[in-house]
Structure formats: structure tokens, C-alpha cells
């Protein structure tokens, strides 16, 4: 476990004379010391999130081109990245994801560096990685994409979560470095299981299945896209063959296959700083976290509510624990926006929220989402070597 305290630079959103905020990050960036590592000719993940379709509180793509920018500067080749989603929506695979960034305004054009979804066209590109010192995950699975590069800096929207409290550096490089099977890993504790409404019988996920779980008995009537009606035998999991590897989610191009989101959120948290570990330990790695549009819920929502507290400012560390554990500190100093989710759930404190203790009850994340504990993630990580919660703050001017 790390004792000693890491540096967290800080800047507000505040510009003066001719600098944007733009220069500010890139000025921030290089006084937290990027520079110390070796870039040349390495290709480096700038680990993002593009936001759902639908979604408008997502980072806006000027500030992954600043990203890119320096690391241009420093000699690297950059390349923007994620993972695709386990729920359906517009990031599901490859295809819907990329197009989904570019809507977003993530072109090469843009943000001067290509998109590369990390775990392939359909999520099972996957490379799987020993966690050092895991107690729930023993191997990660990884999108290749991530685990090929040779440098990984997280560039973090950090705003409220649903299932983890809030979304910071670790659970954009954890939650979101994970394969679909990786997310399933992380979300369920128990096994898929198939919508027969919408199985056609193809067989697919029988065909990547390497335990033999999947039965083809039951039979239902399809009508297919020109309305012609058919008997098809649909897909069941048997789930004492199925190990629960999560492949069949991604195989199956009719969405038939869903995972049971099961897992306690105490568990996910531990989850998350593992799969976290997975990814930046052994190579080198630098953490951006802007702390704006502080939304809710996480931007995986078609839709995103009103910020629930102001925008705070730009946040860079070595330390992706110390980074989560600074914007938390600076989020629990602010002030409830009015007319927000925040306030309307702090008004129905009482027998609701009675389970809240000590600096939970100002925490924005624990009111907004009260069956949640970041800080359950923050101990794992320091637990398991990841870094440290102990932080100093520098601010840059």
C-alpha cells in the first residue's frame, strides 16, 4: 500500500488576457509533469468516453485535441479510445461507436488523432491481464487496443454515477478499458441469460461458446423484415456449463443476450480499481480529470440532467487514486445547485437516507445515488498498490 502522498495540479476555469481554456489544460498538463515521460515514437491511448448519442454533458472534443496535442509535441502518437458498452444503445460495437463519436464531434479532424474502439468490431477483441494483488479479479479482460498501447492517459468527464458514485479517473480507465465480457465481469455477479423475444436462431453464440451451454429447443414464431412468418429454435444457457465469460453477449448481432446486473455496488467499486490496475500497471500512465457539467448519472445515458453542483476546474496527477480523491474533496466543498436532482433528494432526507454517516451527508454522490460508496473503490485501490489517497494540491494559476 502507498504512504506517501502524491501531487494533484489544479486549475480553475478561469482565463485571463488571450489564454483559453484550452492553454490552461495544456499549461496544466505540462507543470504536473508529463513531460518526465518518454513519448517518442510510442503510441499512447488517451482513454475518453464520446457519450451516448442523446447525451450533451460529455467532455467536448476540443479538449481531448489539446490532449493529443501535447503528446504530439512530446513526440508520441495518440490515438482516442474506449470500449464498447455491454447495455445496448449507440456503442454496442465498433461500427455504431464510431459513428457515435464522430456525431460527437470525435473526427480525426477535430481532436487530430484517430478513433480506435479497443476491443474490436463486435467486443470480444480482448487481451486478458493479471491483476497485481486482485481479490475479486485474478485476470482482466482488457480491449487489445488499450493493452497494445505503450502509454495510457485517462481524459476524465467527472460527474455523479449511478452504480459507482461518481465517474472519475479510475472508473473511465477500469469500468471503461473493460471488454464487454471485462464490463459483464465487473456489473454481474451471476450469468447471462437469453430474450427469447428476440432470438432469430443463428446459432452464433453456441458457435463461440467453448463449454457447451447453449440448447436450441424451445421454438418461436419470427416474423421476419418483409413480414414473412417462420418457426425458429431459440437459444437457452445452461447455466451449469456457462463460466460466465460474457462472449456470447458480444457475438450476438440481435441483442439477445443479457447480462444480469447483479453485482453488489460495494463489489463493483473493488472491481473497478482492479480492472484499473490491470490497465496502467507495468508501463507508464497520467491522468486528466475536468470536473464540469457535473452531471448526475453517467454519460452512457441517452439523456443528461442538469448539473447538480458547479463546474469546479481541471485536475492532473500521476495518481489516478489521488486525482478521484481530490475532485471528490473539491465536489463535497461546493454548494447544491437549486432545481437539481441533489437538491430534490437531499429534501427527502430522513428515513430514506438514514444510513448516510459523517461526510456522506454533504457528499453531492452519496445523496444523489444514497445506495453508493465511492469510497469503497478509493480503499480498494489503495489496499491493492494502485496509489494512494493522500494528496497534495498544487494549484496553477
Known sequence: MTTDSAKVYFTNLRTYGRESQLD??????????IDQIDFENKFVAIKIHFGELGNLSFLRPNYARAVADVVKELGGKPFLTDCNTLYVGSRKNALEHIDTA?????????????VIIADGIKGTDETLVPVKNGEYVKEA???????????????????????????GAMKNIGMGGGSRAGKMEQHAAGKPSVNVERCIGCHACEKIC????????EVREYTTASGKTREVHVATIDHDRCVGCGRCIGVCNQDAICPDYDAAADVLNCKIAEYTQ???????????????????????????????????????????VAIDQACADAAMAQTPLPNTVLTESA????????HLHGDQTHDPFCITHPDTDWRI??????KIGLGTSKYELIEVK
Open 102 to 114: 464522430y456525431q460527437n464531434g470525435f473526427t480525426p479532424y477535430a481532436t487530430g488523432c484517430q
Open 377 to 382: 473503490c478509493i480503499a480498494h485501490a489503495e
Open 278 to 320: 490491470a490497465i496502467v500497471q507495468d508501463r507508464p500512465s497520467f491522468h486528466i480529470s475536468l470536473a464540469m457539467d457535473i452531471s448526475p448519472n453517467c454519460d452512457c445515458h441517452a439523456e443528461n440532467d442538469t448539473p447538480i453542483i458547479n463546474d469546479i476546474g481541471m485536475f492532473a496527477s500521476f495518481d489516478p
Open 347 to 354: 429534501e427527502k432526507m430522513g428515513h430514506k437516507h438514514e
Open 141 to 167: 479482460k482488457i480491449g487489445h487496443a488499450l493493452m497494445d498501447a505503450d502509454i495510457v492517459i485517462s481524459l476524465t468527464h467527472f460527474k455523479g454515477h449511478e452504480q459507482a458514485g461518481f465517474g
Open 210 to 217: 467453448a463449454h457447451g451451454a447453449f440448447s436450441f429447443d
Open 24 to 33: 490552461k489544460l495544456k499549461r496544466l498538463m505540462y507543470r504536473a509533469g
